[in-house]
């Protein structure tokens, strides 16, 4: 993956501005929400994917928005190299203290997979996402002590 836009991906979420999204009321909501936007990334619409993000996410959908036009641009060159998506896998989830949630998944494409890793923070109101990224690397981190 371009490493600007995976530094970008990275900048734009972190930047936790609260004032812009819902939340989730609990992990499971977190997952659910994470599965359903793996659902529309494995069948190919990173549009729709990054628009079920919006309402949860910690910056603007303006910047949700830019986002979603890099990735779709990169998938396309992903395209190329490892096929197209058939389908998606959960791989594990992980608590840090009581106010951080790590979920793990892979898109799984005919030649390879993408890793795709999604955080979420538990502020006084509930769950928002406030970053995630994906790429063609990260799998492999998927084989280290967690």
């Known amino acids: 993956m371009n490493r600007h836009l995976f530094l970008f ?5 972190a930047s936790v501005n ?11 909501a977190a997952r659910d929400l994470a599965d359903k936007i793996m659902t529309k990334a494995a ?17 603007s959908a ?7 036009l890099k990735s779709k641009s990169e998938m396309e060159k992903f395209g190329a190299m490892y096929g197209e998506p ?3 896998e959960f791989i594990d989830s992980k608590k840090s203290g009581e106010s951080l949630l790590r979920l793990r998944y ?9 890793a795709w890793v999604f ?15 994906w790429n063609d690397e990260g799998f492999k981190g998927l084989f280290d002590n967690k």
């Open 9 to 13: 991906l990275i900048m734009l979420f």
């Open 18 to 28: 609260l004032a812009f999204g819902d939340t989730l009321s609990n992990e499971q």
């Open 43 to 59: 069948s190919g619409d990173i549009v729709a994917a990054f628009e079920l993000m919006k309402p949860y996410a910690a910056v």
């Open 62 to 68: 303006t910047e949700v928005d830019s986002a979603a």
């Open 86 to 88: 058939i389908g998606y």
């Open 106 to 114: 892979i898109e799984k494409c005919v030649k390879g997979p993408l």
């Open 119 to 133: 955080y979420f923070y538990k502020n006084n109101r509930g769950w928002v996402l406030t970053t995630f990224q």
